[in-house]
């Protein structure tokens, strides 16, 4: 069911289209590079850099949005996202900027209007702790890394 997101286009955006999902079965919007078109960015082998995305966001309480890679980007060049996913709270309102990373072989060049990853909208649940002495019994108990299999 879609959910309402206020968005505010900062001046350097001016000329780009607004993220949008690419098909009707889409999770993820994808989020252009809002760099100036006479300064694109080179990354080089394992070099990262914050790119600007020239967008903010108003979400509403209970949500998120996890900014995530674009799956192309990954197989043909191995540009990723430092953090990923990367997570925008609802109450954070400054730039949307994307930590790209190249973890290809060659330089990667990221121009302005290029889709550099994508953007879900998520909704939130909050834990309350409940502190305990012990834990219920599992088959799995402690094992991890690895206990079930490569």
């Known amino acids: 069911m879609p959910v309402s997101v206020k968005i505010k286009a900062l ?3 001016e000329g780009l289209e607004l993220p949008r999902y690419q098909t009707s079965g889409s999770a993820g919007m994808d989020l252009p590079a809002a760099l100036p ?7 080089q082998p394992g070099q ?13 309480e209970g949500y998120e949005a996890q900014v995530r890679p674009r799956s192309g980007l990954a197989a043909k ?11 925008i709270d609802a109450d954070y309102r400054g730039e949307i900027r994307v930590n790209l990373i190249n973890h290809g072989r060659e330089p990667f060049t ?4 290029e889709r550099i ?9 909050q834990a309350v702790w409940e502190p305990v002495e012990t ?16």
């Open 48 to 60: 990262w850099q914050l790119i600007p995305v020239g967008l903010a966001i108003a979400l509403p």
């Open 37 to 43: 078109e006479d300064a694109p960015v080179v990354l």
């Open 77 to 87: 060049f191995g540009i990723s996202c430092v953090n990923t996913p990367g997570t």
């Open 11 to 13: 001046p350097h955006f």
């Open 110 to 113: 990221v121009k302005r209007g």
């Open 117 to 125: 990853a994508q953007m879900i909208i998520a909704p939130v649940t």
């Open 135 to 150: 834990l219920d019994e599992t088959e799995r108990g402690e094992g991890g890394f690895g206990s079930t299999g490569r």
